[in-house]
C-alpha cells in the first residue's frame, strides 16, 4: 500500500480556497451523508419508485429495498447520472461522497497537491479548475456509460484536474509516501511528484479502466482520467504564467 501524506516545497501563503472546498465537502458529508445513511426512505416517496425502476435490471426489488438509505435516495436525486443528466447535478455530485473513506481519500489528496496550484493559479482560478475540472471530467465519464442509471458522486474529477495541473508545474517537488508493505517494508520515503502522479494515471486508473470498462468496477475511472487530462491541458496552455507573488 502506498499512501501520499505530504508535499515539498509548499507555497508560501495559507490555500484558502483549497481549505474552503475541503470544509464544504466535510460539511456536506456531516450533515447529509452521516444523517441520511441511518435512515430508512420514506416509502411513499416518488423518487423511490423511480429509484428502483431505474435500478430493477440490477437487482430484485426486494433486495433493492432491504438495503435501502434514505441516503441513496439522496445521491439519486443530486448524484450525476448519465441516463438521467442535468446542469445541477453536474455540480451537486463534486460535492457528496460514498462514504467517509471516500470523503477522506479525496481531502487527504486535494490538501496535499492543492495548495501549489491554487498558488499558481490564484483564489479565482482555482476555484474556476475546481469547478470546470469535476465537470469535464464527469462529461468525459459520461462518454463511456451514457445510458448508466448508476449516479456519480464525488471530488475525484475535479482532484485529478488538480493533480493534472501539479503534474506539469511541479515536476520536481518531492512527495512524502507512506510505503505499508508489512512485513518487508513500513517506512516514509520521497518521490518526485512525476513519478507519483504518472502511478496514479497509468496504474492506478488506466489499466483498471482498460480491464473493467464502464461502470462496472463501482469506481469512476473514466472521471479520473478525464479530470487528470483535462488539468494537463490547462497546465500546458497556461505554463508561461508565472507564480503569484
Given at each position: 500500500?502506498?499512501?501520499?501524506?505530504?508535499?515539498?516545497?509548499?507555497?508560501?501563503?495559507?490555500?484558502?480556497?483549497?481549505?474552503?472546498?475541503?470544509?464544504?465537502?466535510?460539511?456536506?458529508?456531516?450533515?447529509?451523508?452521516?444523517?441520511?445513511?441511518?435512515?430508512?426512505?420514506?416509502?411513499?416517496?416518488?423518487?423511490?419508485?423511480?429509484?428502483?425502476?431505474?435500478?430493477?435490471?440490477?437487482?430484485?426489488?426486494?433486495?433493492?429495498?432491504?438495503?435501502?438509505?434514505a441516503y441513496?435516495?439522496?445521491?439519486?436525486?443530486?448524484?450525476?447520472?448519465?441516463?438521467?443528466?442535468?446542469?445541477?447535478?453536474?455540480?451537486?455530485?463534486?460535492?457528496?461522497?460514498?462514504?467517509?473513506?471516500?470523503?477522506?481519500?479525496?481531502?487527504?489528496?486535494?490538501?496535499?497537491?492543492?495548495?501549489?496550484?491554487e498558488g499558481?493559479?490564484?483564489?479565482?482560478?482555482?476555484?474556476?479548475?475546481?469547478?470546470?475540472?469535476?465537470?469535464?471530467?464527469?462529461?468525459?465519464?459520461?462518454?463511456?456509460?451514457?445510458?448508466?442509471?448508476?449516479?456519480?458522486?464525488?471530488?475525484?474529477?475535479?482532484?485529478?484536474?488538480?493533480?493534472?495541473?501539479?503534474?506539469?508545474?511541479?515536476?520536481?517537488?518531492?512527495?512524502?509516501?507512506?510505503?505499508?508493505?508489512?512485513?518487508?517494508?513500513?517506512?516514509?520515503?520521497?518521490?518526485?511528484?512525476r513519478i507519483?502522479?504518472?502511478?496514479?494515471?497509468?496504474?492506478?486508473?488506466?489499466?483498471?479502466?482498460?480491464?473493467?470498462?464502464?461502470?462496472?468496477?463501482?469506481?469512476?475511472?473514466?472521471?479520473?482520467?478525464?479530470?487528470?487530462?483535462?488539468?494537463?491541458?490547462?497546465?500546458?496552455?497556461?505554463?508561461?504564467?508565472?507564480?503569484?507573488?
Amino acid at each position: 500500500m502506498f499512501i501520499p501524506i505530504g508535499d515539498s516545497p509548499n507555497f508560501h501563503k495559507r490555500p484558502y480556497v483549497t481549505l474552503i472546498f475541503i470544509g464544504i465537502n466535510v460539511a456536506v458529508f456531516v450533515l447529509f451523508t452521516v444523517p441520511l445513511m441511518q435512515q430508512r426512505p420514506d416509502l411513499n416517496d416518488p423518487l423511490l419508485f423511480e429509484y428502483l425502476r431505474a435500478m430493477s435490471g440490477r437487482a430484485s426489488v426486494g433486495d433493492l429495498v432491504a438495503h435501502l438509505s434514505a441516503y441513496d435516495l439522496f445521491i439519486f436525486q443530486y448524484g450525476f447520472r448519465p441516463a438521467a443528466p442535468s446542469p445541477l447535478t453536474l455540480v451537486t455530485s463534486l460535492f457528496l461522497h460514498g462514504g467517509g473513506a471516500h470523503l477522506a481519500g479525496n481531502m487527504l489528496f486535494l490538501w496535499i497537491f492543492g495548495d501549489n496550484v491554487e498558488g499558481r493559479l490564484g483564489a479565482v482560478g482555482f476555484v474556476l479548475l475546481y469547478l470546470g475540472g469535476g465537470i469535464a471530467a464527469t462529461c468525459f465519464f459520461w462518454l463511456f456509460v451514457p445510458a448508466s442509471p448508476i449516479p456519480m458522486v464525488g471530488a475525484s474529477g475535479a482532484i485529478s484536474a488538480i493533480l493534472g495541473c501539479y503534474f506539469i508545474w511541479f515536476p520536481e517537488n518531492r512527495i512524502n509516501v507512506f510505503v505499508f508493505l508489512f512485513p518487508i517494508l513500513v517506512r516514509t520515503v520521497q518521490i518526485p511528484a512525476r513519478i507519483v502522479l504518472g502511478f496514479y494515471l497509468l496504474v492506478d486508473n488506466l489499466i483498471p479502466f482498460l480491464l473493467v470498462p464502464g461502470d462496472g468496477s463501482g469506481v469512476a475511472y473514466g472521471a479520473h482520467i478525464g479530470g487528470f487530462l483535462g488539468g494537463l491541458a490547462l497546465a500546458l496552455a497556461l505554463k508561461w504564467r508565472r507564480p503569484r507573488p
